[in-house]
């Protein structure tokens, strides 16, 4: 039998720990860069977080301008129009500066700067031809993985759906991961980026391609994101929780960057670009019931990730794994304000079902899910959700 090949993808550079982000000078001034286009969103501009950055930037003769028009779900108009600022303005790199909506704006302008077209070409994999413009991407969240990833997600407000763009091509050049940029992030924002990251690794490690590589960077997140995240919540200035959480966020970035996802994921795109849900808690919202059903085709890995989380397990049962590890999840979410469940989603009919499942079985996520279920299945796990109390 042929073996199986698997792929791995991981941006060049990448600087972690607390006080790392003047670091970037070094490497970006050998690169030659002439102008920084700054991709960013109002609250941290507005702040005073991203003059850190410029004044950097500034200090090393390097120009830069800012566009900071970047909202929660980064939209197909918004790319557009920084891809024409950034090409009036001659900036020949990109920041960005933020949580995952500033690096996927980033990213979506970044490729279709050097490949032309409309952003709807590239979705699905490795449509592209050319690398994208040069992106270092500087986190202030600890949850989405987007400063490392190959996954840039964008919204097409016209037909409310989220088009996820997986292509190596849009790799950032430099991943910045300084805890000290996120001392002062909201508890609700903590919240949902942590669950975010903790949902990255618990699909990575059961992903259809998953490998032992893979597996180990998952099953870490997994312990750090347990014993951190509340800390984090409670007390977002307590630096080394922070410093685990940078940790975590990383390593299921990398995890999830070269196993994929499942359908927590590709049901949760389907909330965000139709209810302009934030990502991070669509996943929570979604996640013990997309594990309950994928957990007949995937105990023993379930099993790993409650141990991970240092439950005991008195056998490994499905329906002890279950019962233990979606009792925890639950307990994890509600001690960070998470609803488990899509009651509380502003808008939702329970009418839009099917569409919602039709779509998330297209999406690229669904693709290395364990347990590969049709539209009506998807369906029942989107009519289970909405019923939770």
Known sequence: MKPTVFEYFMTPISLLGSGCLPEIIKYVTPMKFRKAFIVSDKFLVDSGLAAKLTAILQQAGIFYIIYDNVSPNPTVEQV????????????DFLISFGGGSPHDCAKAIGLLATNGGRIHDYVGLNKA??????????????????????????????????????????????????????????????????IDALTHAIEAYVSTNATPVTDCKALKAVELISRHL???VQDGRNLAAREMMVYA?????????????????????????????????????????????????????????????????????PETVAAV??????????????????????????????????????????????????????AKILRTAWAAQ
Not at 355 to 370: G, H, W
């Open 80 to 91: 557009e129009y920084g891809l024409k600022l950034y090409r009036d303005n001659g900036c």
């Open 129 to 194: 031809s050319h690398a994208a413009a040069p992106l270092i991407a500087v986190n202030t969240t600890a949850g989405t993985g987007s400063e490392l990833t190959r996954f840039c997600v964008i919204t097409d407000t016209a037909q409310q759906r989220k088009m996820t763009i997986t292509d190596w091509h849009v790799t950032p050049i430099i991943a910045v991961n300084d805890a000290e940029l996120m001392l002062d992030m909201p508890p609700k924002l903590t919240a949902a980026t942590g």
């Open 230 to 232: 509340a800390t984090t």
């Open 249 to 317: 966020e990383y390593l299921a970035g990398i995890a999830f960057n070269n196993a994929s996802l499942g359908y927590v994921h590709a049901l949760a795109h389907q909330l965000g670009g139709k209810y302009n849900l934030p990502h991070g808690l669509a996943n929570g919202m979604l996640l013990s019931y997309v594990i309950a059903f994928n957990i007949p085709s995937a105990t023993e890995k379930y099993a790993d990730i409650a141990l991970a989380m240092g439950l005991s397990l008195p056998d490994r049962k």
């Open 325 to 378: 590890l979606l009792g925890a999840l639950r307990r994890l979410l509600d001690s960070v304000s998470i609803p488990c469940g899509i009651k509380t989603v502003n808008g939702f009919e329970p009418n839009d079902i099917p569409e919602l499942a039709k779509n998330a079985l297209q999406d690229v996520c669904a693709l290395t899910n364990p347990r590969q279920g049709s539209v009506d299945e998807l």
